[in-house]
């Protein structure tokens, strides 16, 4: 009776995963009110706000009446700590949005999707390349249903009244405007930046944009082998090697470098950029909001992360969510269900919305909403990709020692790329 069980059970995960592949695919249409389903009713938990998730799955319930997705707000500062005491004491969720930061330390917990199910290929077709972060050699660990990418926000009356008709589009651009937007007192001393870039403990996303650097010339952060992740941080994989890519980083803190533009005197980039006194900042789309509030009268607007002249390919780092379902979900077949819903079509596009971000799939990439800032954004999440962060705390520890190893002259570029390669190689093992 236990054999026939289990392969009971296998072929109706088998087919509920043939179901997902096809109505991800858009072969099979969802949301008509006349079709029939499964029901019953879903616990999802995330930080987004309730105030958002209460229309969005009204709207949803009105489509799907037989289902009842029951959504429960979590602190983005507990959501971590919250999730793993439930799962301890058999309370957790059926499912999740996971962000990317969290895919490795939920890797064991969560339902895997097995590629023999839903073809790499076809997902692939249907998600931009960021959403791959979910991927694994065993299989899929989320159905990505957004995508947050860095992008440059800047200041355009600092650039016209410099002459600059354009934002820069490449980093040797942005070099070059250091002497033009760089301004000084008389005591030499900058009062006005041209980017946050350098130093690590003043610059918001720091280790984004080093990271985005590293990426842009062909490099992997995390890559996985024999099933195993690991560090690529000594493994370039291009003609441009990481130590002089973190060089270039840290030479626009350095006040011998004729790229000097940035010093641990400025509050940190954000609110440098709001106070007017920073050219280029550089966040994420999710932050325009906050960004509009911090200062409404100032003139900004935003372009893609510059890239590398001598590389044919675009990228830009980017922040990833994707809904995870637990193993242990006492409702699992309900909710891999209600999952393919959500993260297809109408929901997954005003989700995004809703939430100033870009949605996953591909198709709806290209339906850009009509305001001046969501095509930007989603023509960057295209280009967009992550990498698997253990342990956001301790990476940013990391990353910060490799800038401020290099700043304080204590390692050499070289040295702190091999110190941050074992550091994170550390991390990485289970």
């Known amino acids: ?27 099979i249409p969802i949301g008509n009110k006349n079709e029939v389903g499964g029901q019953g009713t879903v616990v999802l938990w995330g930080t987004v706000k309730a105030g ?13 009446p037989t289902f009842t997705v029951q959504y429960i707000q979590k602190s983005m500062d507990t959501f971590d700590q919250d999730l793993l005491e439930a799962l301890a004491e058999g309370t957790g969720p059926d499912m999740f949005f996971l962000p990317d930061n969290l895919v490795f330390r939920y ?7 097995p590629y023999q199910s839903y073809p790499l290929s076809s997902f692939k077709n249907t998600f931009a390349g960021a959403g791959e972060v979910f991927l694994t050699s065993k299989g899929i660990l989320a159905i990505p249903i957004s995508i947050d990418p860095l992008v440059m926000y800047y200041n355009r009356s600092t650039l016209d009244a410099n002459g600059v008709v354009y934002p820069p589009a490449f980093w040797d651009e942005v070099s070059l405007l250091v002497p033009v937007l760089t301004k000084r007192d008389e005591l030499n ?21 080093i990271s985005t650097l590293f990426m842009q010339v062909g490099n992997e952060i995390v890559t996985e082998r024999d099933g195993n992740f690991i560090s690529a941080l000594s493994t370039s994989s291009s003609k441009y090697n ?132 969501s095509p930007i954004f989603y023509n960057s999440a295209l280009f967009a990709k992550s990498w698997l962060d253990p342990s956001p705390k301790n990476t940013d520890d990391i990353w910060r020692r490799m800038v401020d190893g290099v700043l304080s002259n204590s390692m050499s570029v070289e040295n702190a790329i091999q110190d941050a390669n074992s550091k994170l190689d550390l991390l990485l093992l289970r």
């Open 1 to 27: 009776m236990k054999g026939n069980f289990q392969i009971i059970t296998i072929i109706v995960f088998i087919a509920l995963a043939i179901f997902g592949v096809l109505v991800f695919s858009g072969a």
């Open 107 to 113: 890797a064991n917990k969560i339902a895997t999707i």
């Open 242 to 373: 990481l130590a002089s890519i973190l060089k270039f980083y840290t030479d626009f803190a350095d006040p011998n470098s004729s790229i000097y533009s940035w010093n641990k005197s400025f509050p940190n980039s954000n609110v440098a950029f709001s106070r007017e006194a920073l050219a280029f900042y550089f966040g994420f789309a999710s932050e325009l909001a906050s960004l509009v509030n911090a200062n409404p009268n100032q003139n900004f607007f935003v372009s893609p992360v510059p890239q590398n002249r001598n590389l044919n390919s675009k990228l830009t780092n980017a922040h990833v969510t994707g809904l995870a379902l637990l193993s242990s979900s006492r409702n699992f077949d309900t909710a891999f269900t209600v999952a393919n819903l959500i993260t297809t079509g109408d929901f997954a596009s005003k989700f995004a919305l809703a939430t100033g971000v870009a949605p996953a799939r591909r198709d709806l990439l290209q339906i850009k909403p009509e305001n001046a800032y």
């Open 52 to 64: 958002i998730m209460s229309n969005l799955l009204e709207e949803f319930r009105n489509t799907n």
């Open 189 to 209: 001393r900058i009062i006005k930046s041209t980017v946050a870039m350098g130093h690590f403990s003043n610059v918001n996303h720091a280790k984004d944009i």
